[in-house]
C-alpha cells in the first residue's frame, strides 16, 4: 500500500448476542484477536461498508506518522466500493458535462456502469473527456469561468480526492481552511476573529491571486504530488484530467495551465499547490523573519495575513511577491492591500488623528473595527452589500417568473431562500443587515403582487402579517466566534491548561 511496510496492528473483534440491537442488555465477550487478518481491506461485514473505511484508516494514519512517506501502492484502492460511494456524493442536481449524462441517468444501471468504469480505469482504457466551459455571474459584475467535468469523471475524481485526502489532511497546516472536510467558511471567519482579538494585531494584508485556478502550472503541481504520491498509476491518472482540456463553442483548448475551476479535483489539488507555494513558506517566515506578533488565515486563495509591525508586512508582502512568481503566480493588484486594522490601530489611528480604522472584506463580510456597549474593542461583522444586492436581484428575477403562482407557493419558495441566506450571515454583530435584508425581501414581494392586477390591496399592513406568516425571522444563529473556536480547538492558547475552563464536544464554553 505505502513503501514497502507492513502494518502489524490488530483489531479485536467483538461479537454481539444473536438479534441484539444496539442497546442489548448484557455485554459481551470479545473474542480471541485475529491472527493479523482483521486489517486486511476486504474484512467486513458487507461489501460496500467497512473495506474503504478501513483501508483509507491505514492510509491516514501512515501519512500522520511519516511525514516524508512516499505512497507507491494507491491504485488498488480504487476499487467498485469507493467507485459507488464517490458516485453518492456527487450532486443530485449538478449540471451535465460534455456527455450530457446526469446524476439520474447514470443510477438506472448503476451496478454494470460502475464494475464497467473499475475495469476500464484498472485496465487504462479510461479516457478523460473535456469538461464543459459555463460562465456564473460574480458580484462585482464579471463572469467566472467553470469547468463542468463529464458524470465518469467526476465519479473517478471524487474517489481519488477520498483516497488522497486521507494523506494530504495529515500534511495541510491548520490556517489552511478551503475544501477541507470538516472545516468550512465559518471556521475561517472564526480563526481570523480569534486571532485579530488575541495576538497584537495592528496591520491586515487582504491578499488575493490573479486567476488562480487558470494560472497553476502543472508542471510544479505534478513535482509537488510527487512528493507524496509514488504511484505512477495515480500521477497519469491526474494528468489525464489535466490534460482533457476545456470545450468552448465547439473547440477544445488544452493548456499547461490551470486545474478547471469548478471540477471535482481542482480545490485538493489547488490545496496541495498552495501548500508547497505558499504555505509551508509563510510558517518558515513567520518563524525566522517575523519581528511581532504575525497571523494567518488562508480559504483557498483568498488569504488574510495580520501583523503587529507595519515593517513586517512590508517585507512580507515584497517577499510573497518573488515567492509567488516563481511558481508563475501573481497577486492581484486591486484587490490585495496593506491597512490599519485591530484595537492598537483604532488607538494609533485616534492618536494620530486619522480617523475610524479601514475595514477589509473576506469571505462574503466587511470586517469592522467597533466597540462592544462598555467600550470594549470588538470585531464587528456586516454582510458585503454587493454580495446582499446580487442576491436580491436574484430574487427580484425569480418573482417575476413566479408573479402569477399562488401566494402560499411564492412563500415557500421565499422561506426556502431567506432562510438559506440567515444560515450563512446570521453571525453575531450582523442584526442590522439581516433585518434589512428581510426588509428588502418583503419589499420586493409586495411589488410583485402589486403587478398581479390594477386592484392595490397588499398594503404594508397586509405585507407585514404574510411576512410573517411565510418569512423566518432575523435571529442570530451562530455562537460568537471564541466560544466556536475554543470547543473546535480546546487547546487554544487564552485558555488551555486552567482548571475553572471546560470544554464538550458539540457545546460551547463552559466556565466554571
Not at 475495469?119 to 464543459?132: F, I, K, Q, T
Not at 485579530?196 to 490573479?210: E, H, Q
Request: overall charge positive; some cysteine.
Amino acid at each position: 500500500m505505502y513503501g514497502h511496510e507492513k502494518s502489524d496492528s490488530v483489531i479485536v473483534a467483538v461479537k454481539p448476542a444473536n438479534k441484539a440491537g444496539a442497546n442489548a442488555a448484557e455485554p459481551v465477550e470479545p473474542r480471541t484477536g485475529t491472527k493479523g487478518n482483521a486489517d486486511q481491506q476486504s474484512t467486513c461485514r458487507a461489501q460496500n461498508r467497512v473495506s474503504v473505511s478501513q483501508a483509507l484508516d491505514r492510509i491516514r494514519q501512515v501519512a500522520k506518522e511519516r511525514k516524508k512517506e512516499r505512497f507507491t501502492g494507491l491504485f488498488h484502492h480504487i476499487s467498485i466500493d469507493l467507485l459507488k460511494r464517490a458516485y453518492f456524493e456527487l450532486k443530485r442536481d449538478a449540471a451535465s458535462g460534455v456527455d450530457r449524462l446526469t446524476w439520474r441517468d447514470y443510477e438506472a444501471d448503476l451496478g454494470r456502469r460502475l464494475e464497467d468504469l473499475h475495469d476500464r480505469v484498472h485496465r487504462g482504457a479510461y479516457r478523460a473527456l473535456p469538461s464543459r466551459r459555463v460562465y456564473i455571474p460574480k458580484p462585482d459584475g464579471r463572469q467566472r469561468p467553470l469547468a463542468v467535468a463529464a458524470l465518469e469523471d467526476k465519479i473517478v475524481q471524487r474517489a481519488v480526492v477520498t483516497l488522497l485526502n486521507a494523506i494530504y489532511e495529515a500534511d495541510f497546516l491548520g490556517f489552511s481552511y478551503g475544501f477541507r472536510p470538516g472545516r468550512g467558511t465559518h471556521d475561517a471567519l472564526d480563526a481570523l476573529c480569534v486571532g485579530i482579538g488575541s495576538k497584537k494585531v495592528s496591520f491586515i494584508l487582504d491578499a488575493d491571486i490573479r486567476s488562480f485556478f487558470d494560472e497553476i502550472d502543472q508542471e510544479w503541481l505534478i513535482r509537488f504530488l510527487e512528493h507524496r504520491i509514488g504511484d505512477r498509476r495515480i500521477i497519469r491518472l491526474l494528468q489525464k484530467w489535466l490534460k482533457a482540456g476545456i470545450l468552448e463553442d465547439g473547440v477544445v483548448s488544452v493548456s499547461d495551465r490551470g486545474t478547471g475551476q469548478g471540477s471535482v479535483i481542482s480545490p485538493l489539488l489547488a490545496n496541495i499547490y498552495l501548500h508547497y507555494a505558499l504555505d509551508l513558506w509563510a510558517v518558515r517566515w513567520r518563524r525566522r523573519e517575523a519581528t511581532g506578533d504575525m497571523i494567518i488565515v488562508r480559504y483557498a486563495d483568498d488569504f488574510i495575513i495580520g501583523f503587529q509591525h507595519e515593517s513586517d508586512a512590508r517585507r512580507f508582502l515584497d517577499e510573497m511577491r518573488e515567492r509567488l512568481k516563481k511558481f508563475a503566480l501573481t497577486l492581484h493588484p486591486e484587490k490585495t492591500r496593506l491597512l490599519e486594522f485591530g484595537r492598537f490601530a483604532v488607538e494609533r489611528r485616534k492618536r494620530c488623528g486619522l480617523g475610524k480604522a479601514e475595514t477589509f472584506n473576506f469571505l462574503g463580510f466587511t470586517f469592522i473595527c467597533g466597540k462592544t456597549q462598555s467600550g470594549k474593542f470588538q470585531i464587528r461583522r456586516k454582510t458585503r452589500r454587493d454580495r446582499m444586492r446580487v442576491k436580491l436581484k436574484m430574487i427580484k428575477e425569480e418573482m417575476w417568473k413566479r408573479m402569477h403562482h399562488p401566494i402560499p407557493d411564492q412563500g415557500k419558495w421565499l422561506r426556502r431562500v431567506v432562510q438559506g441566506y440567515f444560515n450563512y450571515y446570521a453571525v453575531p454583530t450582523n442584526a442590522q443587515a439581516l433585518v434589512a435584508f428581510r426588509h428588502h425581501v418583503t419589499d420586493l414581494w409586495r411589488r410583485t403582487l402589486r403587478r398581479r392586477s390594477q386592484k392595490d390591496g397588499f398594503t404594508w399592513t397586509r405585507m407585514t402579517k404574510l411576512a410573517d406568516d411565510w418569512l423566518p425571522k432575523p435571529l442570530i444563529l451562530h455562537p460568537w466566534p471564541s466560544n466556536r473556536f475554543a470547543v473546535t480547538h480546546p487547546r487554544w492558547e487564552p485558555y488551555a491548561g486552567k482548571p475553572h475552563v471546560r470544554f464538550c464536544a458539540g457545546c460551547a464554553l463552559q466556565v466554571r
